[in-house]
């Protein structure tokens, strides 16, 4: 890489370690992905986890003196407060490292929103801005619906990016990698929310190369949160960083637009049968619960609700839980939704996240209901089984405390 | 003496060992920390061990943290792969495989994978671009 003479001292320790071991990590990366030069972020969004790996990594930085230029906001914790009133007594194990990771962020300078849809509320870029987001959802939002630049960044790499206020110039901040090569023709009908859970996981299904798919076919513009669920499903099921809807999302206002120069590489049809056999492979058949879990990303007002209305004075048979914002959170109390959602015996919990383990361990074993595929996929590992369903059917399920279908 | 292939550098070191040939990308979150074992369903290596071995594989996949968080706990119980030879680089397995110094290459002669078989041993030398296969 060509580092100018400013970045070139950063890498060789003039701005101490912290800053050094940052520029290590980030031309490297630069080096593999051909980058020319480093180049200033405005904003950035770290995927705090309160896992092994993330604690070690902003400790090593912090041991280093490391301090964030640009000051991320950051994933979901947990809220330890409300689990351990609410769900069990959280182990010491749970509350230390919980605990050791929100004062680790806070210390390196994070803004602690706690939320893994800062595209929607505190950390929303512009058209054309270069930033730095990890969280799988967050990636793709930013790039194909908002117009933002930020490249797939892992935790790591994007708080190392907080740190010195530059990345590494390659990929999707380049015009001309930013152009569509797979030509998707969507036959399917889409047009729920959940619709776009499963086109999300079809399409790498589909198709495995990381080029960016451009989809035709789709009807209307997806809801806040169909995009929110299309972007974390391709991320999770494949690696895809961004995507253009032709006439909708604002590099694609038609095909040749977002397609540039490039010639159409592959053609995939995803038609109404591959989107049932996803549903099949993915959805798992009905059978008795033990919870209701929501909030893989955090769920919008608008979810919340209609999880409410789908309630009507109706209680819940199993634990249902609605992960969200603070501030989601408290407009869902000035909406009347919480109250509606505690009286049939639900909870929503602000600040935390479905996979900081081992913080939802009484559910390790058991069998839960959820909205979204990725909160099935990361939650394997602890041999919880989720059935997919639609938010609606979900809440159904909860009140029967069993999915009928 | 091997057949040698040129390929290029994303984390340095140099390592000797079994290669383990993975069809899918593979998301280390999915793997089992305290056995290296494939737990993930209907994945192409479910139930095979990548402990040790050189993983060949198109690309990972998976969430910004848990790509990192997988390597951490499989290194942590002596159990992460020797090393990565990847077709697509993409930015979270580049920066995990840096982080933790586990050696990476990319851009391998086509030649590479038209010989190379589950099981061979091989040299992975990041550092200086070289793949050796042991014959």
């Known amino acids: 890489m060509n580092l100018k003479p400013e970045h070139k001292d ?56 490391a301090t964030c230029k640009v000051s991320p906001t950051v994933n979901p914790s947990i809220d330890l407060k409300y689990l351990n009133q609410h769900l069990f007594e959280i182990p010491k194990a749970g509350v230390d490292i919980v605990s050791a990771t929100n004062a680790a962020y806070q210390k390196i300078g994070a803004t602690l929103t706690f939320d893994c849809t800062p595209y929607l ?3 929303v870029p512009g058209m054309g801005e270069v930033i730095a987001f990890s969280e799988s959802s967050a990636t793709p939002y930013v790039n194909s619906v908002l117009g933002a630049r930020s490249n797939r960044e892992s935790s790591q790499s994007a708080l190392c990016a907080a740190v010195t206020g530059l990345v590494p110039e390659y990929g999707l901040l380049l015009d001309e990698h930013r152009y569509g090569e797979i030509l998707v023709e969507v036959e399917a009908d889409i047009e729920t929310d959940f619709d776009y859970q499963l086109l999300g996981w079809c ?20 809801t806040p949160a169909g995009f929110m669920n299309f972007g974390a499903q391709l991320n999770t099921s494949g690696a895809v960083s961004m995507y253009h ?56 007002i608008t979810q919340v609700e209609t999880i409410a209305k789908t309630i009507a004075e109706r209680r819940f048979a199993v634990d249902f839980w609605v992960l969200t914002s603070s501030l989601t959170k408290e407009l869902a109390e000035r909406m009347g939704y919480l109250d509606i959602i505690q009286r049939a015996g639900g909870h929503i919990v602000a600040d935390t996240c479905i996979d900081v383990p081992p913080c939802w361990q009484p559910y390790y074993g058991k069998v839960g209901v959820t909205d979204s595929p990725k909160c099935a996929y990361y939650n394997e590992i602890r041999g919880i089984k989720f059935i997919i369903r639609p938010i609606e059917e979900c809440v159904e399920a909860a009140i029967v405390g069993e999915v009928l279908q | 003496m091997g057949t040698k292939f040129k390929c290029k550098k994303i984390s340095k070191g140099c390592v000797e060992g079994k290669v383990i040939i993975s069809k899918d990308a593979l998301c280390y979150y999915l793997v089992e920390p305290e056995s290296g074992t494939v737990v993930e369903r209907n994945h192409d ?17 998976g969430s910004s943290v848990v790509q990192a968080d997988g390597i951490y706990k499989l290194s942590q119980h002596g159990n992460s792969p020797l090393g990565m030879i ?4 993409d930015p979270v397995l580049v920066s995990s495989a840096i982080i933790f110094e586990v050696p990476m290459v990319h851009e391998v002669d086509p030649e590479f994978y038209a010989q190379i078989i589950d099981g061979d041993t091989i040299v992975l030398d990041a550092t200086n671009g070289v793949l050796e296969i042991k014959k």
Not at chain 1, 15 to 40: C, H, L, N, S
Request: aromatic share 6%; glycine share 8%.
């Open chain 1, 245 to 300: 809807i032709v006439g909708v999302t604002p590099e694609a206002p038609t095909l040749e637009a977002a397609f540039g120069a490039n010639k159409v590489k592959h053609r995939i049809k995803v038609t109404n049968d591959d989107i049932a056999r996803t549903r099949d492979r993915l959805c798992r058949k009905g059978e008795k619960i033990d919870f209701a879990m929501f909030g893989c990303p955090h769920l919008t």
């Open chain 1, 121 to 123: 509320q505190q950390n």
């Open chain 1, 10 to 65: 950063m890498l060789e320790g003039r701005y101490g370690e912290g800053v050094a071991k940052a520029m290590e990590i980030q031309t490297a990366i630069g080096e593999t992905f051909d980058a020319k030069r480093m180049v200033p972020i405005t904003r950035a969004h770290v995927a705090l986890s309160s896992q092994d790996a993330d604690l070690w990594f902003v400790e090593k930085m912090l041991s280093l003196g």
């Open chain 2, 45 to 61: 290596l479910e139930g095979r061990n990548v402990a040790g071995k050189v993983l060949i594989m198109p690309s990972g996949k």
């Open chain 2, 86 to 89: 990847i077709e697509h680089a």
């Open chain 1, 203 to 222: 399409y790498p299904e589909l198709y495995k190369g990381l080029e960016i798919p451009v989809f035709t076919g789709i009807k209307a513009r997806p």
